[in-house]
């Protein structure tokens, strides 16, 4: 059975493996003043930085159509058997119920909200299209891609909290203090919901590695893979979180720039550790 791989642009995987694997990217619409752009085709997070910085407002996003999805839903059959399609938690955008209506149309078009967003969905999308090139059963595949939702360890540690102010996600007088104290935001992913999962205090680099050791002892990973997914490159400071990583005995450490959607919410100096929970 030809069984095809899908997901959304939010995914935040490498093109590297998005090549590798054959898997097909569903964009998310980014709008800046009257300009529509492609996330992950034609705009990437330093044009949304300058935006921000020069317009003082937020860029909106929209979501994947159920047009598009069948669109492409009904190239796709024409050439697999089956597809299996990974969504941003549905919780946080309308574009997974819009994959699962257009799914509706055909037969063994199957779609998996992930409950999760950038490469915590990512992770489980790479997961998927292992077990396809292994030729694993198309239901072992699904079950074993449903189990693994749950597992999902997806959270970031935001430094600057300027965005999360302008969304509407943080009040004027938090972010004030916030910014006296030195205060660094831990947003984690319970259910498919994006919450405050504590604050940190102090200089960003020294929060990073107490974060990490945090997120390790609470939630004991599986070592096969790991994602270091940041919205900015951050100089020096990444590269040694990534280090830190590596120390924990991960087989697969992968480094990479979320996109332009995520990156549109969350804003520049943001770092999150993803992974597959024992």
């Given at each position: 059975?030809?069984?095809?791989?899908?997901?959304?642009?939010?995914?935040?995987?490498?093109?590297?493996?998005?090549?590798?694997?054959k898997i097909i990217i569903f964009p998310l619409t980014v709008i800046m003043g009257e300009q529509e752009y492609r996330d992950g085709v034609n705009i990437d997070s330093n044009t949304i930085y300058q935006f921000v910085d020069k317009y003082k407002i937020l860029p909106k996003t929209s979501a994947t159509t159920t047009y598009e999805y069948k669109e492409?839903?009904?190239?796709?059959?024409?050439?697999?058997?089956?597809?299996?399609?990974?969504?941003?938690?549905?919780?946080?955008?309308?574009?997974?119920?819009?994959?699962?209506?257009?799914?509706?149309?055909?037969?063994?078009?199957?779609?998996?909200?992930?409950?999760?967003?950038?490469?915590?969905?990512?992770?489980?999308?790479?997961?998927?299209?292992?077990?396809?090139?292994?030729?694993?059963?198309?239901?072992?595949?699904?079950?074993?891609?449903?189990?693994?939702?749950?597992?999902?360890?997806?959270?970031?540690?935001?430094?600057?909290?300027?965005?999360?102010?302008?969304?509407?996600?943080?009040?004027?007088?938090?972010?004030?203090?916030?910014?006296?104290?030195?205060?660094?935001?831990?947003?984690?992913?319970?259910?498919?919901?994006?919450?405050?999962?504590?604050?940190?205090?102090?200089?960003?680099?020294?929060?990073?590695?107490?974060?990490?050791?945090?997120?390790?002892?609470?939630?004991?990973?599986?070592?096969?893979?790991?994602?270091?997914?940041?919205?900015?490159?951050?100089?020096?400071?990444?590269?040694?979180?990534?280090?830190?990583?590596?120390?924990?005995?991960?087989?697969?450490?992968?480094?990479?720039?979320?996109?332009?959607?995520?990156?549109?919410?969350?804003?520049?100096?943001?770092?999150?550790?993803?992974?597959?929970?024992?």
């Open positions: 059975m030809k069984i095809a791989v899908t997901a959304d642009s939010t995914c935040d995987i490498p093109k590297s493996l998005i090549e590798k694997y492409v839903f009904q190239k796709l059959k024409e050439e697999y058997d089956a597809i299996i399609h990974f969504s941003l938690s549905f919780e946080i955008s309308s574009t997974g119920n819009n994959a699962l209506l257009a799914s509706q149309e055909f037969e063994n078009v199957y779609v998996i909200d992930t409950k999760s967003l950038s490469s915590g969905s990512g992770l489980l999308v790479l997961s998927c299209a292992e077990k396809v090139q292994k030729g694993l059963p198309l239901e072992q595949i699904l079950e074993e891609c449903r189990k693994e939702v749950d597992k999902v360890q997806c959270s970031f540690l935001i430094n600057k909290l300027d965005y999360l102010k302008k969304g509407g996600r943080c009040s004027a007088v938090a972010f004030i203090g916030a910014k006296l104290l030195g205060l660094k935001v831990l947003i984690q992913l319970f259910d498919g919901k994006m919450d405050k999962g504590g604050i940190y205090k102090g200089k960003y680099s020294v929060c990073l590695s107490k974060y990490l050791k945090d997120m390790i002892e609470k939630y004991p990973p599986n070592l096969n893979r790991v994602f270091v997914t940041s919205s900015s490159p951050m100089p020096g400071i990444r590269d040694a979180f990534v280090e830190e990583v590596r120390a924990f005995g991960f087989k697969d450490v992968i480094v990479q720039d979320a996109g332009a959607t995520i990156c549109s919410h969350c804003g520049p100096e943001t770092i999150g550790v993803l992974y597959l929970k024992q």
